[in-house]
């Protein structure tokens, strides 16, 4: 672990938690993590378990409880954002509901922002009230910190920043909103997922706790679904035990992709900052684009925040509106070649959604449009193709409209 700290991110991404050259790996010696895949593992004695659950020995006793391969990612995990301990989860939802569930009890109040991805929206807004007795209250402009600080009541359990936002890129103040967390003994949580740790590490700004869909950048291709949390080791023991009691472990094989990926997340980040770039420089010029959401442009209100929080490049999410809203919109995306309409991000190929008719539709409208999510809004999640197709694939599309 101590030489796991002095390496650079790419060693990390390559290195941390498996070693395929040291005793414990040597009836595999196998180069590549192996998949083990087993439901149960062999005691050595009957007194084994006990040593087990209390740390005296490492070991494995049941797939519910815990994996190997499942460790190694945890470890990698935990060393990609500079934190202690990592956990697995099988989506990103469920890591957001492994923390709200692991930190409240019925009466609590959490506060967070409009400015969250869909489902964190439902879980937060509607399931936590309805079923378990959370209220939960938001802030309407998360860039400005008094108003977080005003609304904290003695009830408060955590902050939620998700930063960026998905879809509109809105950038919080991370290291201001661990300071006011702070201050009322409360935990910050920042969903890290359009960032990666590649780009941006909450931990290391102040936050408590990092919160991950591995469904996007981190897992890569989109072969998988899955989460993850990291905080210190105390949190993520009692997470791991709330995860063994309801049965929410990560498969192994998904786990496995997982690390596979994770082996070339910062060559795949750079890239997809890069092209981000390229595609943003294009669209600044198009008549029919009437707004960008990206930090890239030296107009962007939030750029100098982003900068400082994000200063190897943005990610490859990024939103733009068309003229003519929705029909403008749609018919756009419905004339693209090359980049398909899937409702995700964070792949290596490239893909298109239209939030207002897809992700975000259960959202009602003024509170859609009051974050930025209006009818003409194109999320474009940029992968790693040449950049002048993708330019190409934009042009016969955008051209389309009259006018
Ligand atoms: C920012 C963000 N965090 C978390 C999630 C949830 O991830 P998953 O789809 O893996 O459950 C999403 C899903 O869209 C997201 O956009």
Request: hydrophobic fraction near 40%; include cysteine.
């Amino acid at each position: 672990m101590t030489e796991e700290k002095k390496w650079g991110l790419s060693t990390t991404a390559l290195h941390a938690g498996y070693s395929p050259v040291p005793m414990d790996m040597t009836p595999f010696r196998s180069f590549v993590p192996p998949v083990i895949q087993s439901a149960v593992y062999p005691l050595s004695d009957v007194d084994h378990y006990t040593r087990i659950v209390s740390d005296e020995e490492p070991g494995y006793d049941y797939g519910r409880n815990s994996n190997p391969t499942v460790d190694v990612l945890q470890k990698r995990l935990a060393a990609l954002e500079g934190g202690e301990a990592g956990l697995a989860t099988p989506s990103g939802v469920h890591a957001c509901f492994v923390v709200l569930q692991h930190l409240t009890q019925a009466g609590d109040e959490i506060l967070t922002s409009h400015r969250i991805f869909g489902e964190a929206y439902g879980m937060f807004y509607d399931m936590a009230p309805k079923k378990m007795g959370i209220t939960t209250h938001l802030v309407e402009d998360p860039g400005d910190l008094d108003e977080w600080q005003d609304k904290i009541t003695p009830q408060t359990r955590f902050l939620w920043a998700e930063t960026p936002s998905n879809p509109t890129f809105f950038v919080m103040d991370i290291a201001g909103l661990a300071e006011i967390a702070h201050a009322h003994n409360i935990p910050l949580i920042v969903d890290n997922t359009l960032a990666t740790p590649c780009l941006q590490k909450p931990l290391t700004l102040g936050a408590d706790i990092v919160v991950h869909s591995l469904t996007k950048f981190m897992g890569g291709q989109g072969a998988i679904v899955g989460g993850s949390i990291v905080a210190n080791k105390e949190l993520i023991r009692n997470m791991v035990s709330t995860v063994a009691r309801v049965g929410s472990i990560m498969s192994p094989i998904d786990a496995w992709l997982v690390l596979m990926s994770l082996e070339t997340l910062p060559l795949r980040m750079a890239r997809h900052s890069a092209n981000a770039e390229r595609l943003v420089e294009y669209l600044a010029q198009h008549p029919k684009v009437k707004g960008i959401n990206y930090p890239s442009l030296p107009e962007h209100p939030q750029r100098e925040l982003a900068t400082q929080q994000m200063p190897d490049g943005f990610g490859g999410l990024l939103s733009f509106e068309v003229e003519g809203g929705r029909e403008a919109a749609l018919q756009v995306i419905n004339s693209f070649r090359l980049i398909p309409i899937v409702p995700s991000f964070g792949t290596t190929r490239t893909i298109v959604t239209h939030p207002a008719t897809h992700t975000h539709c259960n959202m009602k409208l003024e509170e859609r449009e009051a974050v930025g999510i209006f009818d003409g809004l194109i999320r474009l999640s940029v992968g790693l193709e040449d950049p002048e197709d993708l330019i190409a694939d934009l042009e016969q599309a955008l051209n389309k409209l009259k006018g």
